[in-house]
């Protein structure tokens, strides 16, 4: 699952369940291939598997989302899996009221942490350990953080209270990834925030904004945040809810969402200037799409 092209177009990376030099992989692992055949390489070994990731810019390392025990160094994580998987009963225990999102269970006493890992060598290290950072817990996807364009942050949105719930409302943050340093960048308790995207120049970050003080139920809108730490809101005009992900143009002037319309879902471009929407492409409904080298590719339903 998950493909994803490298920056540079040499590799393929995605995840699998398999086995290779006589390794059986116990949770998915990050694979890479070349786009022109050949056998898939195993990149290192993650004990708690690999879950959403992404490329840096530079091609040589990849962010991803991994479930670990957060009072637990990353030696030893391995260990605790095995003890959870060899332990004999079947009950489920937490005394945390967020411990189980839809169809399945949060993994017991463990939260999703972001996890750096150069490709060529397979090393990884957790960006988040011994912090009390984490991401959602509920479905923590490759949505919920971004990496800067000169591969020297990601910014992540985090739920800054203490007890997680599901109608948290999230923040955003950013760590700098040589010293794990993280900071919070927004925080506005009666906002929830969600999905930042770094600019091409990334010196601003777009991301969903959803005004929860004025109902559970508000839709997330487009916000923009500077470097001075000034945001705003661009389409609380526009009767639309802007759904993840954020995708900006190459001139930093515009940024590409799907958005509903009367029961179909358009892909949209938000000229933040004008403050003026348009639909660049017309569903039924739009799926994934991907902007690269003023190409846009779409993945449609009619």
């Keep these: 699952g998950n493909p994803q092209w490298s920056p540079r177009g040499d590799l393929i990376a995605f995840t699998a369940k398999r086995e290779q030099a006589g390794q059986r992989d116990e949770e998915t692992q990050l694979y890479v291939i070349p786009p022109d055949g050949g056998e898939a390489r195993r990149v290192g070994h993650v004990p708690t598997g690999v879950e959403s990731f992404k490329w840096f810019p530079d091609g040589r390392r990849i962010a991803f989302v991994s479930w670990v025990w957060p009072h637990l160094k990353a030696a030893a994580q391995a260990d605790a899996l095995r003890d959870f998987k060899s332990r004999k009963e079947t009950a489920y225990v937490t005394d945390e009221a967020l411990y189980r999102f839809w169809d399945h269970h949060i993994p017991m006493d463990r939260v999703p942490h972001l996890h750096l890992m150069d490709v060529e060598t ?42 997680k719930k599901l109608d948290g409302r999230f923040a955003l943050a950013e760590i700098d990834v040589r010293t794990r340093r993280a900071e919070t960048l927004l925080h506005e308790p009666d906002w929830d925030f969600a999905a930042p995207r770094y600019s091409q120049g990334g010196g601003h970050l ?97």
Excluded at 146 to 163: K, L, S, W
Excluded at 240 to 257: G, I, K, N, R, Y
Excluded at 287 to 294: E, H, P, R, V
């Design 122 to 163: 397979g090393k990884a290290r957790d960006l988040f350990e011994a912090t009390a950072w984490e991401l959602s817990r509920a479905e923590p996807d490759a949505h919920s953080f971004d990496i800067a364009p000169d591969g020297r942050r990601i910014a992540f949105a985090f739920d800054p209270a203490a007890e």
């Design 206 to 302: 777009a991301f969903l904004a959803s005004h929860q003080a004025l109902g559970h139920n508000r839709p997330n809108q487009l916000a923009v945040l500077d470097q001075q730490g000034q945001w705003a809101v661009f389409s609380e005009g526009w009767d639309h809810e802007v759904s993840a992900p954020l995708c900006w143009t190459a001139d930093d002037q515009s940024v590409l969402f799907a958005a509903e319309d009367r029961g179909r879902r358009h892909l949209w471009q938000f000229m933040l200037g004008e403050r003026l929407a348009e639909p660049i492409f017309e569903g039924g409904h739009v799926g994934s799409f991907t902007l690269a080298q003023d190409f846009v590719v779409i993945n449609h339903d009619s």
